[in-house]
Structure formats: structure tokens, C-alpha cells
């Protein structure tokens, strides 16, 4: 699954205009990057049309860091091809 991961480090970084080596795995949006709330909508926005899938927008408070996201973001993923 690394790959996911890196696509959505991908997706991170172009929403937030930095280098992907900034986005840590445990690099906390808000604190340590300067993510504010319409970025983050934007972050999931993005991960819900690449994957064509639908994440709950209370879930946004679950999505601190490139592991939270990338495990939110598996969860509805998994879920989708279940469904399916």
C-alpha cells in the first residue's frame, strides 16, 4: 500500500504547494504545516474525486497527518470495492 500512501502525499503537497518531503507521515496539518479548514476540505475533496469515493465531512477531524488520512481514507476506499 505504499503507493496509496504516496498518492495521497501527493495530493497533500500539491494542495498545500510544498515539496512532498515536507509531508511526514506523523507531520500534523494544522501545527506543523499551516493547513487551515478550507485547506483541509480541498485535501479531501481531492482524495474523494481521485478514488471516487465519499468520506463524511465529520471525518475531517480525523484527518490530522498523512497516516490519519491515508487510514480514513483506505477505510472508505476498502469500503467502496466491497460495495461494489
Known sequence: MQNFEEEIKGIIAEV??????????TARFFEDLGVDSMMALEIMAAIEKRYKITIPEEKLAE???LNDTVMVSKQYLEGKQINA
Open 16 to 25: 498545500l504547494e510544498k515539496d512532498p518531503s515536507e509531508i511526514t507521515p
Open 63 to 65: 484527518m490530522r497527518t
